[in-house]
């Protein structure tokens, strides 16, 4: 979740923008059953060992590989919709569990150092899998949201040997800023101050210890009915920890079990390995220097809903209109979408119309 203000400011031709009304690398080292919730419809669930981690990946179907990667607070889970729908119109559909997520766990060090979590990292891990999931494909079709459309558009950037297509969901492209007052971490700090969530996830162990009082099951429902525009804030409250008790409706998208399937994962591993990613954020900033200004050139679309806070975020529409993003992207396709009345968690909101533009432009690369 990053803003146009990390980018250079430019000014270019405007795409085409389209409002959308939503219809009402390594080893298997062990195969299992799948989660009772989807256990009739087969989705094969594996472990396979890659770099220093042994990662989980669920997978569906036969034909053009299509990897979906899940953003924060997720797993391979927030695909479902997508899985089933891909593997049932021709695709192997795969969904991992990333770096520290779900039932990927780490081989060497755990945890704690957020440097393990670097951009190159991420990077290095999906393509690593891409070369045992796909071995005989030389290029997939990737989907990404939230952190991993982050990834996703770097796997871009620095492999386009091994992406046909790429659908990002909900970010659009980090264009980095070579001012050094400008790294990706700092700059939300200018803009929001002390309270943004990305600001207090910096400091280790710092929202792990609140989020330790508050409960796992109450800090996902915070972050997954999230649907205010404006940007998630952490006070350094006792109000504002106490406010968490405040019931909280699901939306119709989510279920009890969806949520507690969320839950359990969650109490498993904890959240610092998914924090450790916009602990990272700085080093990121540094390592990328040799790209900046540098194209993505993979077919790509881009969808968000008109309610997510990334849209929202200063500069986001200007970039993403006004052709600051066909200029970083230049095989960006021309319409970009942005779903009328839906908010962050897009693909698992309107899975039908998400599945129905991924399919569209997907045939068109394929």
């Known amino acids: 979740m990053f803003s146009h203000s990390l980018f250079l400011t430019q000014t270019f031709s405007r795409p085409r923008f389209s409002l959308v009304s939503p219809r009402p690398r390594g080893t298997v080292v062990k195969t299992f059953q799948s989660r009772k919730i989807y256990s009739m419809e087969k989705i094969e669930h594996k472990q396979v060992k890659i770099n220093d981690i042994n990662m989980h990946i669920a997978e569906k179907g036969k034909g053009p590989t299509i990897l979906f990667l899940h953003g924060f607070p997720e797993l391979w889970y927030s695909w479902r919709h997508q899985i089933l729908y891909f593997a049932a119109h021709g695709y192997h559909a795969v969904a991992p569990d990333l770096r520290g997520y779900g039932s990927t766990t780490t081989v060497s060090s755990k945890g704690g150092d957020a440097s393990k979590f670097s951009i190159f990292h991420l990077v290095e891990d999906i393509v690593s899998l891409i070369d045992v999931i796909a071995p005989n494909e030389e290029k997939i079709l990737v989907v990404g949201h939230n952190w991993g459309t982050i990834i996703a558009w770097y796997l871009c950037l620095f492999r386009p040997d091994r992406v046909k297509a790429f659908v990002a969901l909900s970010v659009h492209f980090l264009h980095r800023n070579p001012d050094p007052a400008k790294k990706f971490a700092d700059v939300f700090r200018v803009m929001y101050g002390d309270d943004h969530y990305i600001w207090r996830f910096q400091e280790p162990g710092d929202i792990e210890s609140e989020f330790a009082k508050v409960g796992v099951k109450k800090v996902l429902k915070k ?139 997907f045939q068109k690369h394929s």
Request: overall charge negative.
């Open 223 to 361: 972050f997954l009915t999230f649907r205010d525009p404006a940007s998630i804030r952490f006070p350094k409250t006792e109000k504002f920890i106490n406010s968490y008790d405040a019931p909280v409706a699901l939306p119709p998208w989510l279920s009890d079990d969806d949520l507690n399937y969320y839950v359990a994962n969650f109490q498993k591993t904890g959240f610092t390995e998914g924090i450790n990613y916009y602990r990272a954020l700085n080093l990121d900033w540094e390592l990328l220097g040799p790209w900046t200004g540098a194209q993505v050139k993979v077919p790509a679309k881009f969808m968000v809903g008109e309610l997510d806070l990334v849209y929202h975020m200063p500069g986001a529409k200007e970039y993403i209109h006004e052709g600051g993003f066909k200029k970083d992207v230049p095989l960006l396709d021309d319409e970009i979408v942005v779903m009328e009345g839906v908010a962050h968690y897009i693909n698992q909101e309107k899975p039908e119309d998400v599945n129905n533009h991924i399919h569209h432009f």
